[in-house]
């Protein structure tokens, strides 16, 4: 069974704390995805990656970066967090084929 | 640019009714696909529903169907028999064909559906 999995279901941090939020996939799937999910504004892209080492920026980078070190890794980092960053943040894999395998999603709040 | 609407931030039906959720989207692209996702409360996002714009015929998923209006730019989602566990919200999606996508998705806002007893 394909799996996705995100390493914190909740986190609350203070502003200007520098946040990690993993993900992993065990599907050997090319491409990762960020999203953060807000009520009324749908999923929006944050960063994807295609391969090993390479990032694209999706709609709403400000605020983020990104990491992939290996292909099943994939990491987004808020260097200094804000409370405008409090989301829900999904993590997301697939092939070129346009369907997404989805994590539990990452509850954020930034007080 | 493309863009994807869902008019209806909020929808409920009875149980084992059917009910129609609405989505359209905007592409100059001649080659794309759009899918329907959906969500339950506190669960992970799943593929509903899969259609590739070149097909004239609409997608079924047992009791999930699509109508496909490519003049129109329209791509609803009928769920028929609704049950309890349809409850959820419902995204619809777009992503340019093949070839430099690299299976990137545009989501709509989505619609939440409330399935009654």
Same mark, same amino acid.
């Given at each position: 069974?394909?799996?996705?999995?995100?390493?914190?279901?909740?986190?609350?941090?203070?502003?200007? *704390?520098?946040?990690?939020? *993993?993900?992993?996939?065990?599907?050997?799937?090319?491409?990762?995805?960020?999203?953060?999910?807000?009520?009324?504004?749908?999923?929006?892209?944050?960063?994807?990656?295609?391969?090993?080492?390479?990032?694209?920026?999706?709609?709403?980078?400000?605020?983020?970066?990104?990491?992939?070190?290996?292909? *099943?890794?994939?990491?987004?980092?808020?260097?200094?967090?804000?409370?405008?960053?409090?989301?829900?943040?999904?993590?997301?894999?697939?092939?070129?084929?346009?369907?997404?395998?989805?994590?539990?999603?990452?509850?954020?709040?930034?007080? | 640019?493309?863009?994807?609407?869902?008019?209806?931030?909020?929808?409920?039906?009875?149980?084992?009714?059917?009910?129609?959720?609405?989505?359209?989207?905007?592409?100059?692209?001649?080659?794309?696909?759009?899918?329907?996702?959906?969500?339950?409360?506190?669960?992970?996002?799943?593929?509903?529903?899969?259609?590739?714009?070149?097909?004239?015929?609409?997608?079924?998923?047992?009791?999930?169907?699509?109508?496909?209006?490519?003049?129109?730019?329209?791509?609803?989602?009928?769920?028929?028999?609704?049950?309890?566990?349809?409850?959820?919200?419902?995204?619809?999606?777009?992503?340019?064909?093949?070839?430099?996508?690299?299976?990137?998705?545009?989501?709509?806002?989505?619609?939440?559906?409330?399935?009654?007893?």
């Amino acid at each position: 069974d394909v799996k996705v999995t995100q390493s914190s279901r909740y986190l609350v941090k203070r502003t200007g *704390e520098k946040v990690f939020l *993993e993900c992993v996939q065990d599907m050997d799937h090319e491409n990762m995805f960020w999203y953060r999910q807000d009520p009324g504004l749908g999923l929006r892209l944050i960063y994807f990656s295609y391969d090993v080492k390479m990032k694209e920026k999706g709609d709403i980078p400000e605020g983020y970066s990104v990491s992939r070190e290996k292909k *099943e890794r994939f990491s987004l980092i808020l260097e200094s967090a804000s409370t405008n960053q409090t989301s829900m943040y999904l993590c997301a894999s697939s092939l070129n084929t346009g369907e997404l395998f989805f994590g539990e999603g990452s509850r954020l709040t930034v007080l | 640019a493309q863009t994807v609407t869902q008019s209806q931030p909020e929808m409920s039906v009875q149980e084992a009714e059917t009910v129609t959720l609405s989505c359209t989207y905007d592409t100059s692209e001649s080659n794309y696909y759009l899918f329907w996702y959906k969500q339950p409360p506190s669960r992970q996002m799943i593929l509903v529903i899969r259609q590739e714009a070149y097909k004239q015929q609409n997608a079924t998923e047992n009791r999930f169907s699509v109508n496909f209006q490519k003049a129109a730019k329209s791509f609803s989602l009928k769920i028929s028999d609704s049950q309890l566990g349809d409850t959820a919200m419902y995204f619809c999606a777009f992503m340019k064909g093949y070839g430099g996508s690299q299976g990137n998705l545009i989501f709509g806002k989505g619609t939440k559906l409330s399935v009654k007893p």
